[in-house]
């Protein structure tokens, strides 16, 4: 995405207003290399790290900016808004001090600037760390200086009387809370962002009645969307006739018509076109996710329907918000691929509504027949519903079936015997490795090495395969959940080694890569055993080398597939795009650690 010259800092608005904070990231770093003094420009960079949820990444930018000495009040708020999120993702004692530290730096900005941004959020901050008379008194200041003030327009508007709502919550009167929220919501419009932002902060003061008085707020759905794709003449095993396409347009529209956020879908001719068509008209940002490479796709799942549908598809395809490619090689009739890409989507769908506190829902064009292989519509309907969350099912001739009864999926993530399999994999290596003496060589064997057997063996039931060569080691696993599991356990138990004690340098660290996806798993005539081999396994391989001594990193396809366990111990923070070794391109890579206060065994390892 290209950066308008005339007003960068309004596309980054933009972006991170709709939820795109990932490409407003991107999209900021590509511009300051080239102006590394706009600060509004850096300013929107963090902010949109910040709303991702990419809390150190954001504050290591932040440090090394000269935002917290502007003069510009929401650049310096931008400090203390980085230690209110680094407080809020910490548990017991520490979280109460760390609430009050960002409180002080909230209050320091008031006391020099007198502006109500920062005072509310200290009073709340206040609030949280059991300050509850200075937050009151915090939270009477801003209702005077609020109402002081006076009615404005847009997002200025919005952000005062979400102020004033957030100040009477404090004051104890809630339904003063509500009516203000209510007054606020029309001045966001499609800033999603600020709405959510604004939730977020709010559920952190509520308690049972923090649905009725939040409403206000609510955000239009998130939604996964797939279906059938249309018949071309003659043909009979595509089970969306033309003669039901503008029917099921009608259907669609329908279905959207209670307002949609955003969308995530493939672009096959037929209901997934139909579907990105409507997305685009109601303004909604469409995210496309293709199996395979871009061409082959078009041959493959398009151009059969007639060249009117490729039309449609490369129009769709220029107006998407983005478009990912869960594999960027061939097809190979390798149909375990398109349910790859679907999960893939979901995922992203997924992440996308926890980012702007928006329900998620799978819109499908589905016949209601049952799944005859590892992909297709019934698949992906399937494999959704096993995830409990809701859907809208929609007939061929348009019409909402209501509750369908869905059967079981087939093995989500195989495909025929010989073919590609969905698998995690992990790549590590040891800095340092190669500085060792011949004597030390021992000891990083058995203390280093056997720590690692150690915890590959906790997590035997998911290990498919292992390999090490000197400070190398490669371990496929049978899911992404168990595979972020291990990695995290293999960081922590390495870390936590008395490296000194036993003779070995204390500088010794483990960089570790995770990726997802598909690879052939095939009987290796060198190792005699089953081993893994693919192109995927050569991007798991290009991402450790470029990964921090004592971290994991992640790609895209990794932390989709991550998206789609509930409650997960663990979070993935973005870090940019950035070039892996050897050079095999450009990855977004996300940097994945253990979720504050969780269990799950991993502080156990």
């Known amino acids: 995405m290209k950066i308008p010259a005339a007003s960068p800092v309004a596309e980054l608005k933009s972006l991170v207003g709709s939820g795109e904070y990932l490409a407003a990231a991107d999209l900021a770093r590509r511009h300051l290399r080239e102006h590394p003094g706009d600060d509004d420009a850096r300013y929107w960079g963090i902010l949109a790290l910040a709303r991702s949820g990419a809390t150190q990444t954001a504050m290591a930018v932040y440090r090394d900016s000269a935002l917290m000495a502007s003069e510009d009040v929401d650049h310096r708020a931008l400090g203390p808004r980085l230690l209110k999120d680094h407080a809020l993702s910490l548990s017991g004692s520490g979280r109460r001090a760390a609430l009050a530290q960002a409180a002080r730096a909230y209050h320091r900005i008031f006391d020099e600037t007198g502006a109500y941004y920062p005072a509310i959020n200290a009073a709340t901050l206040f609030a949280l760390a059991g300050e509850s008379d200075v937050a009151a008194r915090l939270a009477r200041r801003c209702v005077t200086l609020v109402e002081a003030q006076g009615a404005g327009e847009g997002l200025a508007e919005y952000f005062r009387l979400a102020t004033l709502a957030e100040a009477r919550i404090l004051l104890g009167d809630a339904g003063a809370a509500r009516d203000s929220l209510a007054r606020a919501a029309p001045f966001a419009g499609r800033d999603y962002s600020a709405m959510a932002s604004t939730r977020r902060q709010l559920e952190l003061l509520l308690d049972g009645d923090a649905a009725a008085v939040l409403a206000p707020l609510d955000a239009p759905a998130v939604i996964h969307f797939c279906g059938h794709m249309v018949a071309e003449a003659g043909r009979t095993d595509r089970r969306l006739k033309p003669g039901d396409v503008d029917a099921v347009a009608a259907g669609i529209g329908r279905a959207l018509a209670g307002g949609v956020a955003a969308g995530y879908g493939s672009l096959a001719s037929g209901a997934d076109i139909l579907f990105a068509e409507a997305l685009l008209a109601r303004g909604a940002a469409l995210h496309v996710v293709l199996p395979f490479a871009m061409e082959e796709f078009v041959d493959v799942s398009v151009r059969a329907a007639g060249d009117r549908w490729v039309r449609r598809f490369r129009r769709c395809l220029e107006a998407a918000a983005s478009v990912s490619h869960a594999c960027e090689g061939g097809y190979l009739g390798d149909d375990v691929l398109f349910h790859y ?38 698949a992906d309907v399937a494999f959704w519903a096993g995830l409990g969350l809701p859907s809208t099912l929609l007939s061929t001739d348009g019409e909402d079936r209501g509750r369908w009864p869905i059967p079981a999926p087939p093995s989500a993530q195989h495909g025929p015997e010989g073919g590609r399999q969905a698998h995690a994999m992990l790549f590590a290596d040891f800095k340092g490795f190669s500085k060792l003496r011949d004597d030390q060589v021992p ?90 081999f693919g192109a995927h396994v050569s991007r798991a391989a290009r991402i450790e080398p470029v990964t921090p001594a004592g971290e994991v990193y992640a790609t895209r396809q990794m932390v989709a597939e991550l998206a789609l366990l509930d409650d997960a111990p663990f979070t993935a923070e973005y870090v940019g795009v950035l070039p892996a070794a050897k050079d095999y391109g450009e990855f977004p890579m996300y940097l994945l650690r253990r979720r504050e206060g969780s269990v799950d065994g991993l502080s156990a390892v």
Not at 343 to 371: C, E, H, N, S, Y
Request: charged residues 20%; aromatic residues 6%; proline residues 3%.
């Open 341 to 378: 890409a679907s999960r893939m989507a979901m995922g992203l769908a997924i992440q996308k509504a926890r980012d702007i506190r928006a329900p998620v829902r799978q819109v499908a064009v589905w016949d209601g027949a049952a799944a005859t292989g590892a992909a297709g519509t019934a």
């Open 443 to 532: 000891a990083f064997v058995d203390r280093v090495l056997g720590t690692v057997s150690r915890v590959l063996e906790d997590h035997r039931g998911t290990v498919l395969a292992r390999n090490t060569w000197g400070d190398g080691l490669f371990v496929v696993l049978t899911d992404a959940g168990s595979a972020a599991r291990c990695a995290l356990g293999l960081q922590h138990a390495v870390s936590t080694l008395d490296l000194a004690g036993s003779g070995l340098p204390a500088t010794l660290s483990l960089r570790l890569g995770a990726h997802f996806g598909p690879v052939y798993r095939l009987h290796d005539p060198v190792l005699v055993r089953d081993n893994f």
